[in-house]
């Protein structure tokens, strides 16, 4: 079982910049994937972004260019730093563990709004 919390989510401006981090415990041995993935009123929650120790980093096609998701593996965080955002990027972020880039784990943070509005 992995314990995950969120933090840094808050109302920005279009074209402003947030930084969201997720510290995980617990049972990281076997956890070599973790990722952020969001969910917009109305809609399904998906993926924006993912990082593998051995597959790599993967962003959904409307992040690339403007996020960067970054893991200390030593701290057991995972951070994405988002930039020039956009009203559409609003929701609420959760901070995942597990499975693979390709598709979310079974753990999950409590999520985070993130709401992007002038």
């Known amino acids: 079982q992995v314990q995950l919390v969120e933090s840094g989510g808050g109302l920005v401006q279009p074209g402003g910049s947030l930084r969201l981090s997720c510290a995980a415990s617990?049972?990281?041995?076997?956890?070599?994937?973790m990722g952020w993935y969001r969910q917009a009123p109305g809609k399904q929650r998906e993926l924006v972004a993912a990082?593998?120790?051995?597959?790599?980093?993967r962003y959904a096609d409307p992040v690339k260019g403007r996020f960067t998701i970054s893991r200390d593996y030593a701290k057991n965080t995972v951070g994405l730093q988002m930039d020039s955002l956009k009203p559409e990027d609003t929701g609420v972020y959760y901070c995942?563990?597990?499975?693979?880039?390709?598709?979310?784990?079974?753990?999950w943070g409590q999520g985070t709004q993130v709401t992007v509005s002038s």
């Open positions: 995942n563990a597990g499975g693979s880039i390709w598709r979310p784990g079974d753990d």
């Open positions: 617990g049972s990281m041995f076997s956890i070599y994937v």
């Open positions: 990082v593998s120790s051995s597959e790599g980093r």
